[in-house]
Every structure is written in structure tokens, then in C-alpha cells.
């Protein structure tokens, strides 16, 4: 007679959530949609979460360690910082964006309220928005698309609109805008990398560098230092 092998609950668990079956479909729309709804961070947190129930490998979410910490650190805080000062002098004004933005003018001359979303910034930006969009959803796309030059491209495109496209709320056109430059660029890093590290640290000094710009009230003189 066949014998039957046992297969551990958690294995069982664990590849349904990697699969597109009902289990790893719920999934998906929890970690994508629902979270990020209810609270930023949570994204970020929920996908650590399902990598860690579906044994997920670290690499598939980008999370791989790079040659040298030190340079990806320094690497992607300058690219973070030049990347927000060539957006907000010279990209936003060419698509005819605000000088100032208005959703976050609150924090000109405001040390606590600044502060205090410098930190927000760092956790819910750098380490939220890049593991889901940047990791999780690269993940999961790749999984049905797979690893070819298209595939990769359309990924890029898909969740670089995604991640866009949740900026309109607080943020308006312009945020839009600005956020689907980003996630392409952001995106292309990893599609051709890899890894997720700098786009992660350049998120957040991008952030950082918008927070600086906003408290000193510099948003309109730099935005009209190219185009008057």
C-alpha cells in the first residue's frame, strides 16, 4: 500500500502564503492595501511579518547584504540628498508644481513638528515604503512575471504608479508627480541591484532633505532658482 508522508502545518502554511491560492491572495491585500491604509508603518511591518510565515528568503525581498555597509550608507544618503535638490529645483518646476507644499508647510519654523516627522520619515519612508513597495511587491510581481528585462520593467512601472498613486491624498497632483519619479528611480535600483539598502537610506535622506527645505522656508526660492 502508498504511504502517506506528513507535511509540517507550517510548511503547508508557509507555501500557501508564498502561492496565489485564496491564502496567498488575502495575504496580499492585507500587506498591500490593507495596512498601508490603516497606518504607514504597518506596511513595512506586515511584510516582515509574511516573510517570516511563508519563509520567505530575506534576498527575495532585497534584503541582502551589500559589500560594504559603510559605502552604501554614505552612497545613498548623498544620492538621497542631491536627488530632492535636483527635484525640487529643477523636475517639479518643469511639470509646473507648487513652489511650496502645502500639506507640510506646517513645519516651517516648527522644531518639534519637525522633528518629529524627521523621525516618521525615517521609519514609515525609508524602512516602511521601500520593504513593501520596493520588496514585497517586487517579490510578489516577480513571482507571477518573472525575472526578464520586461518583466522587470513592467514591474518597476506597476508599482512605481502603485506607490504614485498613494500620494494624492495628503499630497495632490504635485505629490503624485514627485512620487512616480522617485519610484521609478527607487525601483530601477533594486530591479537592477538587487538590494534594497540604498534606495532605503536615499528614501529617507530624500524625506529628511524636504523636511530641511520646508523648516528654513527655502521651498520658493529654490524652486524658482532655475526657473524664474
Avoid: C
Avoid at 522644531?111 to 514609515?124: K, R
Avoid at 507571477?144 to 504608479?161: D, F, M, N, R
Amino acid at each position: 500500500m502508498p504511504t502517506t508522508v506528513d507535511v509540517p502545518a507550517d510548511d503547508v502554511l508557509a507555501r500557501r502564503l508564498r502561492g496565489f491560492g485564496p491564502l496567498g491572495i488575502a495575504a496580499f491585500i492585507v500587506v498591500a492595501l490593507v495596512g498601508p491604509l490603516i497606518q504607514n508603518l504597518l506596511g513595512g511591518v506586515l511584510v516582515l511579518l509574511w516573510r517570516s510565515a511563508s519563509r520567505t528568503p530575506w534576498r527575495a525581498i532585497g534584503y541582502v547584504r551589500p559589500p560594504s555597509w559603510p559605502r552604501t550608507v554614505v552612497v545613498g544618503l548623498v544620492f538621497g540628498m542631491l536627488f530632492k535638490l535636483a527635484m525640487k529645483i529643477v523636475v517639479m518646476p518643469l511639470v509646473g508644481a507648487p513652489p511650496v507644499n502645502a500639506a507640510y508647510h506646517y513645519l516651517a519654523g516648527s522644531p518639534a513638528a519637525a522633528a518629529a516627522m524627521a523621525v516618521y520619515v525615517i521609519v514609515a519612508g525609508g524602512f516602511s515604503e521601500e520593504t513593501l513597495y520596493r520588496g514585497f511587491l517586487f517579490e510578489r510581481f516577480a513571482m507571477l512575471l518573472g525575472s526578464s528585462a520586461w518583466a522587470k520593467t513592467a514591474i518597476v512601472l506597476v508599482t512605481s504608479a502603485w506607490f504614485a498613486a498613494l500620494h494624492y491624498p495628503d499630497q495632490g497632483v504635485a505629490g503624485v508627480q514627485q512620487a512616480a519619479v522617485t519610484g521609478i528611480v527607487f525601483g530601477t535600483i533594486v530591479a537592477r541591484t538587487g538590494r534594497i539598502w540604498i534606495p532605503m537610506i536615499a528614501h529617507a535622506a530624500f524625506d529628511l532633505t524636504a523636511i530641511a527645505i520646508i523648516y528654513w522656508n527655502l521651498e520658493s526660492s529654490m524652486a524658482h532658482l532655475v526657473f524664474k
